[in-house]
């Protein structure tokens, strides 16, 4: 199977920091990546596919890059509404992985 | 609007058996691949199950096969997910997700979840 490792774990930033989370998989993806943001309680949502095409309805300061087997999830002015879980996950193979989670909390 | 509202989670004895349920709605259902995701208690997410939309393909984590079973019943656009021999391990909220191609693709929308406890 794929692993997928995402870095850091926890991550404490300030409302307008500009916030990069990295996801590592363990043989290449190629762009078969996506991220998810999820709160509290609640069910993970879609932010990015395909590494770096956004979700309808998600704002523009989400962004993602890379291919292969480094990939960058990046909020260009971190707000309130942002502090969650985020993880990674890929989709090249039939058995698909997550990353194990970043927190991003309040400095 | 794309809606999946999973049922049938509750609390079973190990060694016991449960079926979940994902009503949906909001899209050809048979064009979609559908998966089902869990979380335990303060932990990661983690993929467990996932079937094509022809419903021909199933696909299954190493820690589920063997005792759990997807399908879809796609008169009645429901997924399903049979739990069997069910330990303390397996206690979890448990999501259904709909998959953006019919055999590929992110998890695009997600149900609610239903929390399943394995506890004597």
């Known amino acids: 199977d794929i692993q997928m490792t995402q870095s850091p774990s926890t991550l404490s930033a300030s409302i307008g920091d500009r916030v990069t989370i990295t996801c590592r998989a363990s043989?290449?993806?190629?762009?078969?990546l996506a991220w998810y943001q999820q709160k509290p309680g609640k069910a993970p949502k879609l932010l990015i596919y395909?590494?770096?095409r956004l979700q309808s309805g998600v704002p523009s300061r989400f962004s993602g890059s890379g291919s292969g087997t480094e990939f960058t999830l990046t909020i260009s002015s971190l707000q309130p509404d942002d502090f969650a879980n985020y993880y990674c996950?890929?989709?090249?193979?039939?058995?698909?992985?997550f990353g194990g989670g970043t927190k991003v909390e309040i400095k | 609007e794309v809606q999946l509202l999973e049922s049938g989670g509750g609390l079973v004895q190990p060694g016991g058996s449960l079926r979940l349920s994902c009503a949906a709605s909001?899209?050809?259902?048979?064009?979609?691949?559908m998966t089902w995701v869990r979380q335990a208690p303060g932990k990661g997410l983690e993929w467990i199950s996932a079937?094509?939309?022809?419903?021909?393909?199933?696909y299954y984590a190493d820690s589920v096969r063997g005792r759990f079973t997807i399908s879809t019943d796609n008169s009645g656009n429901t997924l399903f997910l049979q739990m069997n021999s069910l330990s303390a391990e397996d206690t979890a909220v448990y999501y259904c997700?709909?998959?953006?191609?019919?055999?590929?693709?992110?998890?695009?929308?997600w149900g609610q979840g239903t929390l399943v406890t394995v506890s004597s």
């Open positions: 997700a709909k998959r953006g191609g019919e055999n590929s693709g992110p998890f695009d929308f």
């Open positions: 909001g899209f050809t259902f048979n064009n979609y691949a």
């Open positions: 079937i094509r939309g022809s419903g021909f393909n199933t």
């Open positions: 043989q290449s993806i190629s762009g078969w």
């Open positions: 395909q590494a770096s």
């Open positions: 996950q890929q989709y090249s193979s039939y058995s698909l992985t």
